[in-house]
Nanobody
Framework: QVQLVESGGGLVQPGGSLRLSCAAS????????MAWHRQAPGKQRELVAT???????NYVNSVKGRFTISRDNTKNTVYLQMDSLKPEDTAVYYC?????????WGQGTQVTVSS
């Protein structure tokens, strides 16, 4: 599996911004799909955003226009820029990678949006 290390979580006020990072242990050129998921207490894990090796992106409707997934191939890192954060965005955010039929997950990073 691919080792994935998330960082960048924290506490922000509503309307604020955070950028999450996911560093992969291998070149992300070889990873078919990378994504961010999130899970709030008492809720199921939710797919937030995806990016393919070709650069195509997709988002869950609730974050469209506010979140942006991107990648830096030179750093083997995928980012999730989160703007206009809302309390309902509070969750543990997990990085995900799919490569040659293998699913990999990061350990998660906590995002809390509260005044």
């Amino acid at each position: 599996q691919v080792q994935l290390v998330e960082s960048g979580g924290g506490l922000v006020q509503p309307g604020g911004s955070l950028r999450l990072s996911c560093a992969a242990s291998i070149s992300i050129f070889s990873i078919n799909v990378m994504a961010w998921h999130r899970q709030a207490p008492g809720k199921q894990r939710e797919l937030v955003a995806t990016i393919t090796s070709g650069g195509a992106t997709n988002y869950v409707n609730s974050v469209k226009g506010r979140f942006t997934i991107s990648r830096d191939n030179t750093k083997n890192t995928v980012y999730l820029q989160m703007d206009s954060l809302k309390p309902e965005d509070t969750a543990v955010y997990y990085c995900y990678a799919f490569r040659i039929g293998v699913h990999s997950w990061g350990q998660g990073t906590q995002v809390t949006v509260s005044s």
